[in-house]
């Protein structure tokens, strides 16, 4: 594509002094960095994901998944959390805990959520006073849970742990009382 070869306009040079040439550089900026080689598990997840989502059934559940997300969301919303945009077009939902919780970080409420067996991540939210280490926010989505079976009144009732654990994540008794709500609940909605 570049007709013919040349030195790069920047002045680099090799260890040794000599000039890089043109497609040298473009070169290294394709291959290994962007381009990688064939990896045959990537493919084959791609594959399998692909299979998946040309299934019938794949369009009922990704909308019981966006169901799933909007219940959630509205649902914090309705209990004074903030959700970024104002709710959720997708999967997923960033939630601000600045708006209920203005001492609470991101990294405490996953801890506490973790512990209870709520898989969450924490994530910064736009203007956080936070280093990305900490964050004022979290991350929950919903395609795993949908995935289990779960429908709207399950949602409903997972924020109400979030709720409450986010309400004390130091108290050990709450979060261990929760755990084993969640792990007793789960057991109508197994993995396999």
């Not at 970024?84 to 601000?96: C, E």
């Not at 805990?97 to 801890?111: F, M, N, V, W, Y």
């Amino acid at each position: 594509m570049m007709h013919k070869d040349f030195e790069n306009p920047w002045g680099r040079t090799t260890k040794k002094g000599e000039p890089i040439m043109m497609s040298a550089i473009l070169n290294s900026g394709v291959f290994p960095g962007m381009q990688g080689g064939p990896l045959e598990h990537v493919i084959a997840a791609k594959a399998v994901a692909f299979g998946e989502a040309l299934q019938p059934e794949f369009k009922s559940y990704i909308h019981q998944v966006k169901i799933n997300a909007d219940t959630m969301a509205n649902e914090l919303m309705t209990r004074g959390y903030g959700v970024i945009s104002g709710g959720t077009d997708n999967h997923l939902m960033l939630i601000d805990l600045r708006s209920k919780h203005p001492d609470l970080t991101g990294r405490e409420a996953e801890t506490a959520l973790i512990r209870a067996e709520i898989t969450i991540n924490k994530n910064m939210v736009p203007f956080d006073s936070r280093t990305p280490f900490v964050t004022s926010g979290i991350r929950l989505g919903t395609a795993a849970i949908t995935t289990r079976g779960f429908k709207e009144e399950d949602c409903l009732k997972t924020v109400e742990w979030i709720d409450t654990i986010l309400s004390k994540p130091s108290d050990d008794a709450t979060i261990l009382k929760i755990k084993k709500e969640i792990n007793d609940y789960m057991a109508k909605f197994p993995l396999y």
